[in-house]
């Protein structure tokens, strides 16, 4: 009978425990819109996984990483939700902005369900976010890997959408390379002052930048 009653404390604490993973869909503050630039992530770390986005037929620049529901500090992740995953037609019509399906799949999971809407909604507003940025030509001119500030990228991103500020974009780098552009938008997708903890620019003079392949 003990050993019963053991059993079944266990149980309830176990579901208690599933229960508690993560926060509760559609409970944030703004959104993060992260451009990651391709060319840098293929030299990274693409390569080596022998990444199909890494082949120089898809003539990938800026993709999107993710649209991120944040707080204002710190953000949810991998949230309850009754939402159905994405399916895999879903994550492979979303290549042609994210360079994988494994990606778009990813992203679903581990920010997708923390945004409270479906699995399909998720994605056309990433793919709105996506569009209504302005990436910069002078990248894609490159003809051979370049050493810059990451605040170049910056200003080239503020000249291109003029309706930004300077506090509403962020530039990051990775093992020497700029890594991405994060832009703070609102629920509405409107440009808004980033938190502290998104705020935080590369200070790298002499970031890789590789061109197009």
């Known amino acids: 009978m ?11 604490v176990t579901a ?19 451009l990651s630039w391709s060319p840098n992530w293929c030299a990274r770390e693409g390569d080596a996984r022998a990444s199909d986005q890494c082949d120089a037929r898809h003539d990938h620049g800026w993709i999107l990483h993710g649209l991120w529901p944040q707080y204002h500090q710190g953000w949810p992740a ?33 920010h997708g369900t923390c945004s ?4 399909p909604d ?21 003809e051979a890997s370049v050493k810059l500030p990451a605040s170049v990228v910056e200003d080239a991103f503020l000249k291109a959408n003029p309706s930004l500020e300077p506090d509403m974009i962020t530039i990051t780098c990775k093992q020497g390379y700029i890594e991405e552009m994060r832009l703070c938008l609102s629920r509405e997708l409107e440009p808004v002052p980033c938190g502290r903890d998104v705020i935080r620019d590369c200070a790298a003079k002499d970031a890789l930048f590789d061109p197009i392949r």
């Open 2 to 12: 003990r050993q019963v009653k053991l059993g079944l404390i266990l149980w309830m």
């Open 16 to 34: 208690m425990a599933a229960l508690g993973d993560g926060e509760k869909a559609g409970e944030f503050d703004y959104y993060v819109l992260a």
């Open 78 to 110: 991998f949230c309850r939700t009754s939402e159905a995953p994405p399916t895999r037609r879903m994550t492979r019509e979303m290549t042609d902005i994210q360079g994988t399906s494994g990606l778009a799949w990813h992203q679903w999971k581990k």
């Open 116 to 119: 409270g809407l479906s699995a």
């Open 122 to 142: 998720y994605y056309a507003l990433s793919r709105q976010a996506y569009g209504q940025v302005r990436r910069p030509d002078v990248f894609r001119k490159l």
